[in-house]
């Protein structure tokens, strides 16, 4: 989120930096997918654990990386700023 969030201070002001940070966040959240997708495919090799528990444990991890999609969509709409600005 701070890194969103020095992006959008700084869209009026040094756009090209804004753009780095864009990038940043995109590559986070990629990070964030394939470490969702590890804790996932872990979660569910693991027998001792009973399904209910399992099903809950992912809806959390899922909950949790949706806050990354969140982020992710707000750097595309601020994205679209930096480019009407250019033009």
């Given at each position: 989120f ?11 002001k040094d ?12 590559k986070?959240?990629?990070?964030i ?6 804790l ?17 444990k ?7 990386c ?6 992710e ?7 679209i700023?930096v480019?009407?600005?250019k033009v």
């Open positions: 701070d890194i969103l969030f020095d992006a959008y201070k700084k869209v009026y756009m090209a930096e804004v753009v780095v940070l864009l990038q940043d966040i995109e986070l959240e990629e990070e997918d394939k470490i969702e997708w590890h996932k495919e872990r979660l569910f090799k693991n027998e001792e654990e009973e399904l209910a528990m399992k099903i809950l992912k809806d959390f991890i899922g909950k949790i949706n806050i990354s999609d969140r982020i969509d707000a750097s595309d709409s601020l994205e700023i480019v009407k600005r």
